[in-house]
């Protein structure tokens, strides 16, 4: 028997296609509107019309009849019953609530006008704003004209031009058309009127940032106290006022120079940058040197760093507004050498000089209140939120010290500047046209300020620990251990952190720990464990925190540990590397000194305040010189430091 196989019926099932679509109206209120769609396809379509919001009820015919109340945005879909859709294009039906009594009975679409432009008289630099509007269907097409020129761009049914100049006077009109007609609104006369000059926009600048050094703990010379109040104080302030802060404490030349490396990268046209430090200092030949930690007994200018040096490199990275605050001493120094020249500065001007005293002065800090401060930045703290002119500040500064019985006579502040525009350090950012500048630095600010995260440990006895950070200063990092939940057989639970490498808390000594312990409490939830870590810039590897439980098993009675380590990486401004800056001119200067690393100061060296327990006066910020430095006369300058402007300069 032959069998017979029977192939399924194909139908074609062709795509459906819109051949007409809807077109946006402009209506008054309850003005009867039909929008009309005309598709092609296989079989019955089916239609439906929706807004913007909503299906439209009762919408389901390629016609929409609707009576306008608002302004509304309508579309409709096509489909057929082989599960093709299609919409058409959005359509707009604009309802203007205005007088419709001068429209035709028989009105058929063609535009009519119900807003002519009205004549203008604008002062010059304000806004020109001209208005017309008509009804039609389709929707009407504007193009403004002044002067019979058609005006690009212009083609909306309000023209706006922002900043009128006498360019702009003259006779405006407006053709408005559609498919139907092309109509044209009155002419008007638009006259501009001059003004008297606008004030001038007020200063801004595209960044903000700060670096705050403060030295303290000397190799070979007296300690001091204040700095570490002084820029934690000062960063804070400078935070308030939208400044990026690096603020570091105890450095060598070496890292010094590394740190105003890093700071130059973040300065760049129209930077606000601004340079503070604490510490010892003298000078000499009308250059002011800084003492780096390391300074050996006695130093030499190649032994320091040349606060010139840095104005002239912010300078180069053009900022501006260059402020450098120095709370040192200006003693002279070794004065039996020839002086050697001043490379002068380019006269680029806004750059600031504000001196803790007068040449060859000192500066003095004093305990006030239970915590150390330089008599200088306790009254620059006082007045630095201020919005004035920064000059200004700067001599309210002056007025308050000069005021202070404990340095009457001894110390006065001086400033030097060539500033030649009202700026102030309150002035905002305006970081329009400079996005991409300000990511790159926003990026390398970040790199020397990023926590670690909190971590959440939980050990094999139940008992969760959380361990968290803050930095109080960019290379000072506390971390916090807190128990947050006992375990079900455990009790009296400690928790005790170290770190490995392992880290010397350098501000453990006598007076000095207590002014950070009130730091550090200031920050933190009452934790279990507090550890800080110092000197961060040192760190060539991963810093890992480790995490000691110490509880009493509730069963046997018996004192047991268990300890987690953390891994934080290279926190702060560790991840900056400024331990490997080579600088060999001045490798080859300290051959032979015997200048000692701020990681080795020997525990039998006095503490400053220690001999001075008691005392009330102020204490000076001079470094002793114990020997003067043999001198060679000849027509060679005794300071070497003019090659070393690289060392000061990031490379372009």
Known sequence: MTGFRTEPCQIMIREIFIVRHPFSVCVPVDHKVTLSVRAEGTGTLNYQWFTDVKEVSGGTEADLTIKAKRTQLYVCRVNDHYCNCVFSDWVKVKVLDIDKSGLPVYWQGEPHIVVNPKPQTVRQGSKLTLCCAAFGIPTPNYQWYRNGQPLLDKTSGMLQIDGATIEHEGSYLCSISNVLEETWTEPVNVDIVQTDPLPPAPPTATDKVALLIGNLNYSNHPDLMAPIMDVHELANLLQQLGFRVVSLLDLTREEMLAAIDMFMQLLDRGVYGLFYYAGHGYEHAGRNYLVAVDAPQPYRPENCVCVQRIMLSMQERRTVLSVILLDTCRKWYNQDCIPSGIMPLGPSGNTVYGYATCEDAEAFEVQDGGKSTGIFTKYLNAHILQTEKVTHVLEKVSEDLGRD?????????????????????ADPVQTTGHTR??????????????LPRKKRLKFVCGVEVEVSFSALFSNVLVAFATVKTTGPRTQDCTVTLSSTPPIEDIFSGPGRSEEMDSLLFKTSDNPDCTLRLCA???????LVIKVELHYTHMDSKLRQTESQQVDIGKPLVASCKLHRRNHATTTKKQEGASAQSMGNISSSKPRLHQTLAGLCGPFTRKAECAAKVAVTRSNEPEENDENELQDFTFKH
Do not use: F, M, Y
């Open 405 to 425: 019985p404990l340095v009457t006579g001894k110390q006065q502040v001086e400033i030097k500047h060539t500033l030649k525009e009202p700026r102030s350090l």
């Open 536 to 542: 961060l810039q040192k760190l060539t590897a991963s």
């Open 437 to 450: 500048e300000l990511h790159i630095r926003d990026a390398c600010w970040r790199q020397a300020n990023e």
